[in-house]
């Protein structure tokens, strides 16, 4: 049977927040259902397809579901309740605070025919202690409160509001990561992962706000628009070589066309250059320049079973010295082949395009993958010689859900390999540093893996929810990279930073994936979590991260100091979290 629903009528629905915890759950669904319910690999979700699916598959008597299952599919129904009225609704368990939240686990709502309005507080405080190998132990944490505002109008308009202020510390690894994330040789471009414009606050932490909100809204029965500032995800991955939501968040128009087994994806956003290519490497009060993105995604169901989707980028900016380019409307075209756009154009632009699989099989596997193509020439692939231009990346990965028959148990395993060089472009003199307007990059951060190119990546996870209150969750993460040398010896580019021209890539042939300074990068993560009431956690987290480079580097016989990548790190922490994700920094 095959059960595809769209968003249906003309009702309108808002999306829920990137969460890797919640959309577990629904792949979890996914997979089990074979269905072809939900088009998994563009995300986020609206609201209104998670209530669809969890009402459909809490009605199929075929399909086996645990009692922790039956349970996530209540938590699911309840947590977008909007759409699950009448028979289908939900009461809430056991009102928090003497019934605070009495309805529909809001903590204030309005709910009529022509409007509804939810409120509900966030909050996020984390206490931990880094214990480094090299230096004295330090205190992490997290104070993070704001609120998040959902609603929707005459049941056609639906807005969203997310604002947090956040003060934090955090371990040494991610302090090294924002200290070394400038394109300056020695300048930091002080970009907290997933953030952009902070102050300092104390004498190790940072004060930041986090701030996004869209309106969204139907054009025809099958498409949907959505405009403000957010993140999105493509893909069926723990990562994504497409569009991740690990750089900080930017404005863009989305266009969702849905047609039965067909998903049509238009994606144009205005982005940020590197900030330290404006500003000497210093955050302040400038004006930073921008970058845009144009995409195109179309996803096919092939099946319940199997879904194929295509993918292709542009990313471009400024391209003279008075920076007065913009957003190029040529770009706007929604039905277009973006390289022929470029070429006429006779633009610097970068594209990629790309293929993306899932396929689910016996209700307990789901198969995916990816290719990404930088850029192709078929002869110099067939010559072997390590051409540093050809640069295609891979992911593979399995999710293998209720292991060995075990309830809720699930396993998944992922590879990414991505060649040197990957997500780079290149400057030109009529623009210094062009590099940073078309580079696969938003606020001097990757826009793909958080490792940016140049690298093998393994990533297993373990999930176990023996009762719906707890979850256990591990993860190891083992990377092998090639990085540049460390300041203070030649600046060299060996392909791993997507900030980089690639004009400066260190040879024309001979390159291979981890040249450079090869390093291994072990991470691995415990968390211990249990939902106190609706969307209310308590998370207990253990984290060792290793980073080791393999001694005196060969590559191209070019001379690098005595200085490598080291370090080793045991973190602990607990975390109340409420209404929020959590905040992981697997890099």
Not at 21 to 48: A, C, E, H, Q
Not at 177 to 193: E, L, T
Not at 209 to 221: H, R
Not at 278 to 304: E, I
């Amino acid at each position: 049977m095959i059960l595809l629903f769209t968003s249906g009528s003309f009702s309108q629905s808002v999306y829920a927040p990137l969460n890797s915890d919640y959309y577990n759950l629904i792949d979890r669904i996914d997979v089990k259902d074979n269905s072809g319910t939900v088009f998994s690999s563009v995300k986020p979700y609206l609201r209104i397809d998670i209530a669809m699916l969890a009402t459909a598959v809490s009605k199929d008597t075929l399909i086996h579901l645990s009692r922790v299952d039956k349970r996530n599919l209540d938590y699911l129904r309840e947590d977008n309740w909007e759409w699950c009225r009448g028979k289908d609704s939900v009461k809430s368990r056991k009102p928090l605070l003497g019934g605070l939240y009495r309805k529909n686990n809001a903590f204030f709502a309005i709910d009529n025919k022509d409007f509804l309005l939810q409120i509900n507080p966030v909050a996020y405080f984390s206490y931990g202690k880094d214990m480094p190998q090299s230096g004295q132990t330090t205190t992490t944490y997290i104070n993070t409160r704001g609120f998040e505002l959902r609603g929707l109008i005459d049941n056609k308009i639906g807005f969203y509001t997310f604002l947090t202020d956040n003060q934090a510390a955090f371990p040494e690894y991610v302090n090294t990561r924002i200290n070394s994330s400038g394109v300056i040789p020695g300048v930091s471009s002080g970009v907290i992962p997933g953030e952009n414009f902070w102050q300092r606050f104390k004498t190790n932490g940072y004060d930041f706000y986090t701030a996004n909100g869209y309106i969204d809204f139907k054009i025809t029965k099958h498409i949907s628009t959505q405009f403000g500032q957010d993140k999105n995800f493509m893909g069926d991955g723990y990562r994504s070589l497409m569009l991740s939501d690990f750089s900080s968040n930017y404005l863009f128009w989305k266009v969702d066309t849905k047609i039965g087994r067909l998903e049509y994806v238009n994606l144009f956003a205005q982005m940020t250059a590197d900030p330290s290519s404006n500003s000497g490497g210093t955050l302040g009060d400038v004006f930073y320049p921008r970058k845009y993105m144009a995409l195109h995604y179309l996803n096919l169901k092939v099946s319940g079973k199997f879904t194929l989707g295509l993918f292709e980028s542009e990313t471009f900016g400024n391209t003279d010295s008075l920076h007065n380019r913009g957003f190029d409307p040529t770009y706007l075209n929604p039905v277009i082949f973006y390289n022929a756009v470029e070429n006429g154009l006779g633009a610097p632009d970068k594209d990629h395009i790309g293929i993306n699989w899932k396929w689910n099989f016996l209700h307990h596997f789901s198969l995916y993958g990816t290719i990404l193509l930088d850029e192709f020439n078929i002869s110099e692939l067939r010559a072997g010689t390590g051409w540093w231009g050809n640069k295609q990346a891979g992911q593979l990965g399995l999710k293998y859900i209720d292991v060995l028959g075990i309830p809720n148990l699930d396993i998944q395993l992922e590879g990414n390999a991505v060649p040197p060089y990957t997500y780079e472009t290149y400057s030109f003199s009529k623009v210094t540093n062009y590099s940073y307007f078309a580079n696969y990059s938003n606020y001097g951060q990757p826009l793909a893996d958080p490792n940016g190119a140049n690298f093998y990546e393994g990533i297993g996870i373990l999930r176990y929810q023996p009762f719906y209150r707890f979850s256990f969750t591990g993860k190891l993460i083992y990377t092998i990279i090639g990085l540049d040398p460390p300041p203070g010896d030649a600046p060299l580019n060996y392909g791993s930073n997507v900030m980089l021209p690639n004009t400066t890539h260190v040879n024309e042939y001979g390159n291979y994936i981890t040249q450079g300074v090869k390093t291994t990068i072990m991470y691995g993560s415990f968390t211990a979590s249990c939902q106190l009431a609706h969307n209310m956690f308590i998370d207990l987290t253990a984290i060792i991260r290793q980073e080791n480079s393999a001694g005196k580097n060969q590559t191209f016989n070019q001379p690098v100091s005595n200085t490598y990548y080291n370090s080793s790190e045991n973190i602990f922490s607990v975390s109340f979290r409420w209404n929020i994700a959590q905040r992981l920094q697997e890099f």
